[in-house]
């Protein structure tokens, strides 16, 4: 039985080969889609539950409220984890571990010209891999963190350094200055770990490698505590232990400790903002909405050749065959199609998969694509697209009488009418929505990355540094600005749209605390960034003594009034100037109130220096701008020849901020075309259809003197009332979700009202554009050979 119905479903798709290339075409493309969008949000959610502990590990923060200030904090002192291991019995195991905040240099010793700084740089407890799961390829995981001067490697730092040969044993320069000994290598974290590492060297020998006080750096919040409890369900339990003892101990503190799932973080609570959940769940839904366009066409086309089956059906009827065994027919031919569009997809996604990586900027393994959990998805994927696309055409097709077809009073033109236009209506309504969306989000990152920053981004070089480099830096400044064709350079503790220190100032008036984003720079500062003054300090200020620059923003806050300048902060030098409003943070946070702590020399501005600290050279526009960076380089390797020349530009950073808007705009761009591309098949089928079905009629209306062009509108007429009704239907609703999106940013376009207009007449043009070929075609047909076919 079912080698028959496979036969026959065969023998279908190759008889009506358009219907079957739209069908295929439509399904795989649709099915592909879904596929790379869902293999990016299954990545996202599949974040970290490879580790054998994943539901008992959790991380600890606080929020920590200042006055009418809330601070989230992930990192505490070093004896916070005994703390929090001694005062619950639910605390089995603790791992302390805290990322270089310096910029780190490592190299070979065997080959000292291979330098590189690392990011991937972690210290942590010897728990690290028996709480967690990362797979030691060499070395014993119980004894991996024991040597203090031990170091753990992943496979592409001992390929990177090492080569092919075995690198357990040997040693490794750290910062020019400590060797290192590899203990093991790691297998390279999956792509879906939250901890990223390539090199792990035991907590304990931070103050050795780093010349730190053992006292004053345990002291230090810097360590982020992971905790493995004996249940998934105790966290309550020993955040409340937490919250008990800090009541108990500190009356007046406002801190307030949680317990964060590991499998939680990467799209939770954190702070370092890894992911963004509302675009994952963004990226699902476009992905329904791909595949449900597909499915719709497969529907709409199947019970639209109804006609054609109907003396099949009648037939098959008459002879004996029950309701049953024809939507077993029919279910095998979804079956088929779905196969065969499935596969198709699948070459499709191997085919795309680097490309979209890259579009949208994703790192996924390939393994991930083969994992177990990846595969049972596209089974299930398969399973709802067969069930799916068989369901409506079967029991329509198999619920045929067959007295009233045999008697040929049946009409396939109008059996299941009334859901075609209903499909038809939701696949350009999703595509008009797309449309809407997608010019909303290209304008609002267009006016984002345009809008006036209160400086100039364009031709400044940033060259990080730390405070390892400091000594140096002032002379290496002076010689890089002297140069032709370099306008000016400056010193800065940390970096514009990147970490910074806050600093609680109390407003001279209402007494409430007031957060400061504090950065400490030198003299040259707000002329290299273009800085613009609303009360200019007095001259020779900035070369002559230590003080502080506000800006409009900070006081205001601060209630210091019109006469600011020579008043003193509790925590600050004297105001020495006011700096009109600019953006220190990101755009989509706003403005925030700032204080530049001006320093006179590098050497107390060092000690403001952590790992973001840099040098900015502004180059002049005139120039050629790669010829001055080779020469700042030739200059920073005579100054710094044992570190590695890095830098970028500072309106590069400034893009990056806008990574997850430019990823929608990307999305929208790419599956607004597929959608239509979708929507326009499925519009050519049925139009095709339509004119297979009125042949006769065509030809009778063209012997009575119709004319080409009105046989043309009266096969266009009804789709196009269709397209008007799916505009009517898209517009509030894209006008509704891209009003709330636009919510969450402090400064955002007003949607103007050409993008519906656009998105409306690009609709109505591509769908006559879509229609005229076959319209025309069937307008065109000799009416003598439409008349004499039976």
Not at 179 to 203: G, M
Not at 592 to 602: G, I, S, Y
Not at 641 to 650: I, K
Not at 715 to 735: C, E, G, H, N, R
Request: net charge positive; glycine share 6%.
């Amino acid at each position: 039985m079912l080698q028959t119905n496979l036969k026959i479903a065969f023998r279908n798709l190759m008889k009506f080969r358009v219907y079957s290339f739209i069908n295929i075409t439509g399904l795989s493309l649709g099915m592909a889609a879904s596929m790379l969008i869902l293999m990016f949000v299954m990545h996202e959610f599949s974040y970290d539950r490879f580790h054998q502990n994943h539901k008992r590990i959790y991380k600890v923060f606080s929020r920590l409220k200042i006055g009418e200030n809330s601070m989230q904090l992930n990192a505490f002192p070093a004896d916070f984890a005994i703390l929090a291991k001694t005062n619950s019995p639910h605390v089995k195991d603790y791992v302390r571990m805290m990322p270089a905040h310096n910029r780190i240099v490592i190299s070979n010793p065997a080959m000292p010209d291979g330098k590189f700084y690392e990011q991937h740089f972690l210290y942590a407890d010897p728990a690290f891999f028996r709480v967690f799961s990362f797979k030691l390829i060499q070395g014993n995981p119980a004894h991996a963190l024991e040597k203090l001067t031990g170091v753990v490697i992943s496979q592409t730092a001992a390929r990177k350094y090492f080569g092919n040969a075995d690198p357990v044993g040997q040693t490794l320069l750290f910062q020019n200055k400590h060797l290192l000994e590899v203990t093991a290598v790691a297998a390279d974290a999956p792509s879906n770990s939250s901890l990223a590492f390539d090199f792990v060297v035991p907590l304990k020998a931070f103050p050795l490698l780093n010349g730190t006080d053992r006292s004053k750096w345990a002291a230090g919040g810097n360590f982020n505590t992971y905790l493995l409890l004996d249940s998934p369900g105790a966290s309550r339990a020993v955040a409340k232990s937490l919250n008990a003892h800090v009541e108990k101990h500190e009356d007046a503190s406002e801190e307030t400790f949680l317990l964060e799932s590991l499998t939680d973080i990467h799209l939770g609570n954190n702070t370092e903002g890894t992911s963004n959940a509302r675009l994952i769940y963004i990226f699902a839904g476009i992905a329904g909405l791909t595949l449900a366009l597909a499915l719709f066409n497969y529907m709409s086309l199947t019970t639209a050749r109804a006609t054609l089956r109907a003396r099949e059906v009648g037939v098959r009827k008459v002879v004996g065959s029950g309701r049953g065994a024809l939507i077993r027919q029919f279910y095998t031919e979804s079956v088929l199609t779905c196969l065969i569009a499935f596969i198709i997809a699948w070459v499709v996604v191997e085919v795309l998969r680097r490309p979209f990586n890259d579009l949208l900027g994703l790192k996924i393994d390939v393994a991930f694509l083969y994992s177990p959990q990846f595969l049972c998805f596209l089974a299930l994927l398969f399973l709802i697209s067969v069930l799916l696309a068989g369901s409506y055409p079967a029991l329509v097709l198999s619920g045929f009488a067959p007295i009233v077809i045999l008697k040929g009073r049946f009409s396939g033109r109008s059996s299941g009418a009334g859901v075609r236009k209903g499909f038809m209506v939701f696949q350009f309504a999703t595509s008009v929505a797309l449309m809407v969306c997608s010019l909303v989000v290209r304008q609002q990152v267009g006016f984002m990355q345009t809008m006036k920053l209160g400086f100039n981004k364009d031709q400044v070089m940033v060259i990080p540094f730390s405070e390892t480099s400091i000594s140096k830096v002032a002379a290496f400044r002076d010689e890089v600005a002297g140069h032709a064709g370099i306008k000016s350079a400056a010193v800065a503790a940390s970096t514009i749209f990147g970490s910074y220190d806050i600093s609680f100032e109390k407003n001279a008036k209402t007494k409430k605390d007031i957060a400061l984003m504090v950065m400490a720079v030198d003299r040259h500062f707000v002329e290299t960034l273009g800085l613009q003054w609303k009360l200019a300090p007095e001259p020779g200020t900035l070369q002559n003594r230590p003080h502080v620059l506000l800006n409009e923003l900070a006081v205001k806050e601060l209630g210091l009034g019109s006469n600011v300048l020579g008043k003193t902060l509790p925590d600050f030098d004297e105001v020495a100037g006011v700096l009109q409003n600019f953006y220190f943070t990101t755009p989509q946070g706003g403005i925030k109130p700032v204080a530049l702590v001006v320093k006179t020399d590098t050497a107390s501005l060092g000690k403001s220096v952590g790992a973001s600290g840099a040098l900015y050279v502004r180059i002049d526009p005139q120039t050629d701008s790669k010829a001055k960076v080779k020469t700042v380089e030739g200059l920073f390797s005579t100054y710094y020849p044992d570190r590695p020349f890095e830098y970028h530009f500072l309106d590069e950073a400034f893009t990056k901020n806008f990574r997850t808007e430019i990823r929608m705009s990307q999305l929208f761009s790419v599956f607004t075309g597929l959608a239509i591309f979708i929507a326009c098949m499925g519009l050519f089928g049925l139009v095709t259809f339509t004119a297979e079905t009125r042949v006769k009629e065509i030809g009778i209306r063209k012997v009575l003197g119709a004319s080409v062009s009105s046989i043309v509108a009266l096969l266009s007429a009804d789709f196009l009332k269709l397209v008007t009704l799916s505009i009517v239907f898209a517009l509030p609703l894209a006008w509704y979700f891209m009003e709330k999106w636009l919510q969450d940013f402090t400064y955002r376009i007003q949607i103007p009202w050409w993008i519906y207009l656009s998105a409306s007449l690009a609709a109505i043009l591509i769908a006559i554009a879509t229609m005229s070929f076959q319209s025309i075609k069937a307008a065109l047909m000799n009416p003598v050979k439409s008349l004499r076919s039976d």
